[in-house]
């Protein structure tokens, strides 16, 4: 020491502390790593280090510079930092500055005063030649990179002037970045030994003629030219190497580099950099049908050309064009899918973004997206962070490969060379280290094209945000994802070649899977639930138009009418109309116990779904509890509830008359459109079981502990990502892997699903079951909840009652059950009819429950078989009891829908009723069952403005909504058009009823048929009622009510059979005169007469200024075989009287002085009671009886509702003698639309 510090007399005593550090520290940490035969002792290479300190800072000793080792570096530098000798504060400051404008979301790396001296080496020392560099010293290393390295470090002991340090989230590990090129301590000469004869050095021309030639493989050359590809490290079957293309004019050969010592060599060369390279091999490659090439040998050096160029000869810019070839290559099935060619170029760019750091993707300047998947996984050790400069050479240029993806995405394979070019100035989380992620994997198994990997990175990290944890778990996530792009791509769009690595490396022309893309194939858009609800809930007010809302009598309705007509309306869209690109919905499927409902869930949000059956899926059953669907095609329902006072509909333009407005939305799907993407473990099952009834098989046992769930790739391939070099001819794929189906059919599979994972209890536990067959479903009502706590408290909760009969005794189980078929023994013991009550958590059974379906009811973790006793009600005073027994259930127990057939007794459902044997049998009981098409429905007003009873749970949950639940629905005979049958259903309380809009196919049960005194069939719901939307192909077409033109009628037959012929008719008869005529002003508000600009009502005074003109007419038409009476309402009379819109209007104005008129027949003319000489009246009289009103016209009517009366007894004159006759009354019509003007 002291013979040290003699060198430095003169300096301070700061000064003199901190060389007495330096020299702790060189004599610990650096002087070890020195071969002693070399002589030098630790004060000169002390002074060595002091000097090329000084010489590095300028002159002054760095006293505020900490010496630091490799291990202190490791273990005490926690965050990210830089560090550098030469670079002034200001230059820092700038150059950081610059940085974080740049990238403003990024903080630059903080500085640190750090001396690191060490050595540089290869990692043989340590054992593994990884090919990456490290920074020795005596207590341990850490990996480096350079911008640029020589071959002639390798092995000396350097001061690292300018240097990041990146430490990694494992302990004790950390990468280096040295950005001022590290300055030689040692003294050695540093002359370059190139091992060989130059003498014999050979162009790449004469060795590339070489190759052609069959010679020895044991010639050794020695070759120099510029390297024109470098490919990247592959570690294969454990051994690792890479390939380099050495160019010159018009020639090229391939050198792979094969020694582990010279492995270190991929970082000393790059692209456009000229080399020698010595005593190199002609060897033949296996892997590609023999091809040969030049491989390094033990003797082999590595010599840079010191003259050689920058290797930034032809780095393109994105303002480059790009000429894209736009043949399509494959002719394939799909022709809406075009392939394009991608170009090789060459870039130059900065990390601005990592995309998906697993998945290998990146984004560059902004806009270019960088894709590494197709190369082997590289530890990059956090240097592709942002702010880094990168280059890239021979990557492919692809442009629109997915809508999921940056316009143009430069896809690297495996001759593509990724180089950092600039260290990033800024600090960012650190991303995962080289390991193959399971997208990766699964792009090596599956021969994925560029477009299908960008669109499988899109899926994963959608089903990872909305399914993940809750129903898919992390490790399926990427499974779930291929099973998502299996059903978007249709088989023959997937990448056919196998990979062959060595033809991807060297092969000209070139051949990789990036070679050629889809153009924005697949653009299928996953979109979450919430964002289906979110675009309802837009568009169900953005496609909101009033006028369109209400009919054409629209301007002559009053307030009231007018407000009504609007309270509630529906507009649905087909899903695959709601977006340009196709779209598809993922979630699971669930019972939802609040509403009653089904519903498709993912973690964004629930939607309630109606569910119908079209094919031969059948209804919806308790199997697809818990699967995982996707839905390409399906009804987005959006039900609007408004409150409106529009006086008149003058003023619909003005929207401050609705004063409150809410909707409903939800799906509406059919059983055949879900694709199971993972199905519920009842799912699997049945699914297995077809499989087997179709193919009969060695019988496995298919309980999911029996097949376990294995990962997607076997170990080895994460390991060996490309294994062809033990086996060249071998696939990439790991064989094992590609043979594994996918097919959710092929894997049964643990649920997806918290909810049903209770159902697989580890260890066996009895169960006891009873089977049952539904014959009945109530509705769900809000009851009074005795049946859980037995208090006294009256709580009102959900509930309905289903009948059923049991097939035979409760039986016990060792295991469940489940859905497995049934066994002989449970249909032991006869038939016996129950009731089921469902209350509270239990009422999500619902939308499962179907009548004449067969389920098997457990009670699970007990093996006693009375908890499934149906218990009678308890008879009071001697009463009869008329009930079945009844079975409470228990929110454990659970019901498993039964698919095998069961042969014996297999009492059908009763067969339901059509609209017209409701409307016209005479036998009709008096509660029915039947279905129909709904073809309107309005909603009911509150009589006298009473509150609903019950307000509906869900509107009780949101506050806001107050509602009007009573409705009528027009139920139309799905065969006969005019027949219609009004169902007053009150949906106030139970759980909303969803698909009950026009177009929906029901099936009504349990309501009240009644007869009005008009003598009109109508049906009321009773708390009893279910209504079920069974099909919705006229919604889903977005056609409407499919509307037959009604048939033409004779009236004399009309007259005589009346509702049998139906209600609806076309008439072509005679006017033979107008019997009555009203026309009157009416107070839009409160429907008295309207004088002038006032409302005539007095008691109380209404202070209205807006009124609405309303007509009624009512005529006598013939047509040879009879006679009716048809009437005429406001919107048809200026027809019927065949006024042009002046007249019409004019005539309006006339009547507005007196407020009304209304004239009638009596003999010949018409008249009046009030004043029956006035002009008016005189005018209306002379219209009325003119040839234009009295004539042929063709008409289509409707029975108008009327009380039967009895005959009337009229006088009929015939000469002298008068005759009393029997009149049947007169065939009452009302004028629906009138066809000739
Ligand atoms: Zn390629
Ligand atoms: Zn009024």
């Known amino acids: 020491m002291e013979e040290f510090l003699k060198h430095f007399k003169n300096h301070s005593r700061a000064d003199q502390r901190w060389l007495c550090e330096v020299f702790e520290c060189v004599r610990q940490q650096l002087y070890p790593l020195l071969d002693s035969s070399l002589g030098v002792s630790v004060v000169r290479l002390s002074l060595a280090v002091v000097s090329k300190v000084q010489r590095a800072v300028g002159s002054d000793l760095p006293v505020s510079y900490r010496c630091v080792s490799v291990s202190q570096l490791k273990r005490e530098q926690r965050t990210a930092c830089f560090s550098s000798l030469s670079w002034s504060s200001a230059h820092y400051r700038d150059s950081a500055r610059g940085a974080e404008l740049m990238l403003p979301e990024h903080k630059p790396l903080p500085r640190d005063n750090l001396l690191l001296i060490g050595s540089l080496c290869d990692g043989r020392a340590s054992g593994s030649s990884d090919g990456v560099w490290r920074v020795r010293d005596a207590g341990g290393s850490v990996s480096c990179t350079m911008l640029t390295s020589s071959c002639l470090w390798l092995g000396r002991l350097m001061l690292f002037p300018t240097w990041n340090y990146i430490p990694q989230n494992a302990p004790d590990a950390g990468y280096l970045e040295l950005i001022d090129a590290p300055v030689c301590v040692t003294l050695e000469a540093m002359a370059f030994d190139p091992g060989g004869t130059l003498s014999e050095v050979m162009s790449v021309t004469r060795a590339a003629e070489l190759l052609r030639q069959r010679c020895e493989d044991q010639v050794c050359v020695c070759v120099s030219g510029q390297v024109s590809v470098v490919c990247p490290l592959l570690l294969i079957a454990g051994k690792r190497f890479f390939c380099l293309i050495l160019s010159d004019g018009g020639s090229s050969v391939p050198v792979f580099i094969t020694e582990a010592k010279h492995q270190y060599w991929r970082q000393c060369v790059c692209v456009g950099r000229s080399v020698w390279m010595s005593s190199l091999r002609v060897c033949s490659l296996q892997g590609l049908e023999g091809r040969r090439v030049l491989s390094d040998s033990c003797q082999s050096r590595l010599h840079p050309h010191e003259s050689s160029e920058q290797p930034d000869t032809h780095t393109d810019t994105l303002t480059h064009t790009h000429t894209h070839t736009h043949t399509p290559l494959l002719p394939s099935s799909a022709p809406s899918v075009r392939v394009k060619r991608s170009t090789l170029i060459s870039f130059k760019g900065t990390v601005t973004k990592i995309l998906n750091a697993e998945a290998g993707l990146y984004e560059i300047d902004r806009q270019v997206g960088l894709c590494l998947a197709y190369q082997p996984a590289q530890k990059w050790g956090g240097g592709l962070r942002p702010g880094a400069e990168i280059q890239l050479h021979n990557v492919h240029f692809t442009y629109n490969a997915s809508p999921f993806a940056p316009r143009v995405v430069l896809c690297a394979c495996l001759r593509s060379s990724v180089q950092i070019s600039a260290f990033s100035r800024l600090r960012s989380e650190v991303e995962a280290s080289g390991s193959h992620g399971p997208l990766q994997r699964l792009l090596l198994e599956r021969n994925l094209g560029a477009s299908q990997y960008l669109w499988l990175c899109y899926c994963y990290s959608a ?186 509909w003058k003023h619909l333009d003005q929207p401050s008359y609705i004063t409150h407005k809410h909707c409903r939305v939800y799906l509406q799907l059919r059983v055949d459109d879900l694709t199971i993407i993972s199905p519920s473990a009842a799912m699997s099952r049945r699914l297995s079981e077809r499989r087997e009834e179709s193919a009969p098989r060695p019988r496995r046992p298919l309980t999911p502990a ?527 639309h009138i066809h000739t003007r």
């Open 463 to 648: 089903v990872s945000e909305r399914l993940c944890p809750r129903w898919v778990r992390a490790e399926r996530v990427c499974v779930v994802a291929a099973r998502l792009l299996e059903f978007v791509c249709e088989a023959e769009q997937k990448t056919q070649k196998k990979r062959n690595i060595y033809r991807e490396m060297i092969q000209e022309p070139h051949q990789c899977p990036v070679t050629t893309y889809c153009v924005c194939w697949p653009s299928v858009a996953l979109w979450s639930v919430r964002q289906v609800c979110e675009w309802m809930r837009r568009e169900v007010w953005v496609s909101l138009s009033l006028p369109s809302l209400l009919p054409p009598s629209a301007g002559h309705m009053t307030s009231l009418e007018l407000n009504a007509s609007l309270s509630w309306s529906t507009h649905s869209a087909p899903l695959t109309h709601t977006h340009l690109d196709p779209l598809l919905l993922l979630g699971v499927l669930e019972l939802d116990s609040t509403r009653a409902t089904l519903q498709l869930r993912d973690q964004t949000h629930a939607l309630d779904c109606v569910c119908v059956q079209t094919g031969q899926s059948g209804a919806i059953d308790t199997a697809w509890q818990g699967c995982l669907v996707c839905v390409r095609q399906c009804t987005l329902v959006m039900e609007r509830f408004m409150k409106t006072n529009f006086p008149s």
């Open 706 to 1232: 029996a097949a376990p769930e294995r990962p997607l790739t076997p170990a080895a391939a994460t390991e060996r990502p490309l294994t062809p070099a033990a086996a060249p001819e071998r696939p990439l794929t790991p064989a094992a892997a590609t043979e594994r189906p996918l097919t959710p059919a092929a894997a049964p599979e643990r649920p997806l699903t918290p909810a049903a994972a209770p159902e697989q209890p580890l260890t066996p536990a009895a169960c006891v079951s009873l089977l049952l067959r539904l014959e009945s479903k109530q509705g769900v009502r809000l009851q009074n909840g005795s049946g859980a706590g037995h208090t006294h408290t009256h709580t009102l909760q959900l509930g309905f009652v289903c009948r059923a009969v049991c097939l035979g005794d409760a039986q016990r189980w060792e295991n469940d059950p489940r859905n497995c078929r049934t066994q002989e023994r449970e249909r032991d013991g006869g038939s016996r009819k129950i009731e089921l009550h469902f209350m509270g958590s239990c009422v999500r059974w619902f939308p499962v429950l179907h009548p004449g379906c067969v389920y098997r009811l457990i009670a699970p973790n007990t093996a006693d078989v009375s908890v499934l006793k149906a218990t009678g009600v308890s008879a009071r005073g001697g009463v009869t009891q008329l009930v079945s027994p009844a079975l409470l259930l228990q929110p454990q127990w659970r019901l498993h829908t039964l698919t095998d057939t069961l042969t014996d007794g297999q009492a059908g459902v009763p067969a339901l009723m059509s609209v017209s044997e409701v409307l016209h049998s005479s036998s009709a009981p008096e509660i029915v069952s039947f279905y129909g098409v709904v073809s309107q429905r309005i909603t009911l007003q509150e009589e006298g403005g009473t509150k609903p009873k019950i307000q509906s749970l869900t509107a009780a949950k949101d506050p806001g909504v107050v509602e009007d639940l009573r409705v009528r629905v027009s139920v139309q005979d799905s065969a006969r058009a005019g027949h219609v049958i009004h169902v007053y259903l009150d949906l106030s309380s139970g759980p909303y009823t969803h698909g009950l809009i026009p177009g929906a196919a029901l099936q009504i049960h349990h309501v009240q048929r009644k007869v009005s005194r008009a003598g009109n069939v109508y049906c009321r719901s009773l708390p009893i009622s279910c209504v079920s939307v069974t099909d919705l192909s006229s919604v889903c077409s977005g056609s409407g009510v499919p509307q037959a033109p009604p048939p033409m009628m004779l009236l004399g037959e009309w007259a005589s059979a009346r509702t049998q012929q139906g209600v609806m008719g076309q008439v072509k008869g005679h006017v033979v005169r107008v019997l009555s005529l009203r026309l009157q002003w009416t107070c839009s508000l409160c429907g008295s007469i309207f004088k002038q600009t006032s409302c005539g009502r007095t008691h109380p005074p209404c202070d209205s200024t807006s009124a609405v003109f309303q007509a009624e007419a009512k005529v006598a038409v013939e047509d040879g075989s009879g006679e009716a009476h048809v009437w005429f309402s406001s919107e048809t009379v200026c027809d019927l009287l065949m006024l042009s819109a002046g007249q019409w209007e004019g005539l309006q104005r006339h009547i507005r002085v007196k407020g009304h008129v209304k004239v009638y027949t009596r003999g010949y003319n018409m008249t009046c009671d009030e004043d029956p000489d006035e002009s008016l009246v005189q005018y209306l009289n002379c219209l009325c009886s003119s040839t234009a009103v009295c004539r042929q016209i063709h008409l289509t009517c409707r029975i108008r509702a009327q009380r039967t009366g009895k005959p009337q007894l009229r006088k009929v004159h015939r000469g002298q003698t008068e005759f009393i006759c029997k009149f049947a009354p007169a065939l009452q019509l009302q004028c629906q």
